[in-house]
């Protein structure tokens, strides 16, 4: 069993162990939820490659990569989808990542492939880009393989979209594609297809039977396009709304740096002021007097994103 909250925000953790961790062979042939001889045909048909060419007796356990393709091949099978079909898409599947790829990404949607990869593997890149690289190096890794790394590294939703009339083509579908499409004003795409007729697979369903957590590890993810700043400026917002006054956003390389939450409180006693000021929060507090008597202030926090 594996814990999410291991790898949850955690790209270097996720890239150095999970890796590993996923290519552990742990699911007996005999003893998994799939029929026996549904797997045996699936292999000979060349669905799935157990255990690779190794010759240490690989082919009798599923490492936690192979179990989830071979769940995705018996709801596939389920719906009617052909063998020439499910082998088109395990082709594009588990094609290794190559570095161009790579490249290209971190180009187009840095700030996504940074968070899924950390900071060290970026700045890795830039080094390659600046003493040159061949395109058509590869990583060492199925688009299959990072995809699942990210699922559980995320904590978000994800499913497999797959069009009947599109051979061989899948739609992954997640808050983190839609908000990749929606920052490079391409929503048009995921729109145009999911106006289409298609399958789901969800991903987190079959990953969330070896989680320690099950699938309260993605319903604790909050679902929302926007960004964890942008999260957490509605969550201000929302906290206390009725006494909010006003809050400024300041911007440092155009992203929110820093909230300034200033809420208009009333008090009745010297205090319940003291209260206020002993909390020792990074704020500033001016205060309103009638008649010498304190009867409500301005509390400004400031909040560091």
Excluded at 60 to 82: A, D, M, P
Excluded at 83 to 94: A, D, G, P, S
Excluded at 154 to 172: A, Q
Aim: hydrophobic content about 40%.
């Amino acid at each position: 069993m594996i814990s999410i909250e291991n790898y949850r925000d955690n790209p270097e953790k996720v890239i150095s162990n999970l890796l590993v961790k996923l290519n552990e062979r742990v699911f007996l042939k005999t003893e998994i939820d799939v029929v026996y001889s549904d797997l045996v045909n699936w292999e000979r048909s060349n669905l799935l490659n157990i255990g690779g060419n190794s010759d240490k007796g690989d082919w009798k356990r599923l490492n936690y990569f192979e179990y989830v393709w071979l769940k995705i091949i018996q709801e596939l099978r389920v719906f009617g989808f052909s063998y020439e079909e499910i082998e088109q898409y395990k082709t594009q599947l588990m094609s290794e990542i190559t570095l161009d790829e790579i490249m290209i990404a971190s180009k187009i949607d840095l700030d996504n492939i940074e968070v899924q990869l950390g900071k060290k593997v970026i700045n890795d890149l830039n080094l390659i880009e600046d003493s040159g690289y061949d395109e058509s190096d590869k990583l060492g890794i199925s688009h299959f393989e990072i995809m699942i790394t990210r699922i559980i590294g995320s904590g978000e939703n994800w499913s497999l979209l797959f069009f009947k009339d599109i051979p061989g083509f899948f739609f992954p579908l997640s808050v983190e594609t839609l908000r990749a499409f929606d920052k490079n004003e391409r929503t048009d795409i995921p729109q145009e297809l999911l106006s289409k007729t298609f399958l789901s697979i969800s991903l987190s369903e079959i990953i969330a039977k070896f989680l320690v957590e099950g699938k309260n590890a993605f319903e604790k993810k909050t679902i929302s396009i926007l960004t964890k700043n942008e999260h957490s400026l509605l969550k201000h917002i929302r906290k206390g709304y009725a006494n909010v006054k006003s809050i400024k956003i300041r911007f440092r390389n155009k992203e929110m740096e820093l909230l300034e939450v200033t809420s208009l409180k009333k008090v009745k006693m010297e205090a319940r002021l003291l209260e206020y000021i002993n909390k020792g929060e990074y704020q500033s507090i001016s205060i309103d007097t009638v008649d010498g008597k304190i009867v409500n202030f301005e509390n400004t926090q400031k909040i560091k994103l």
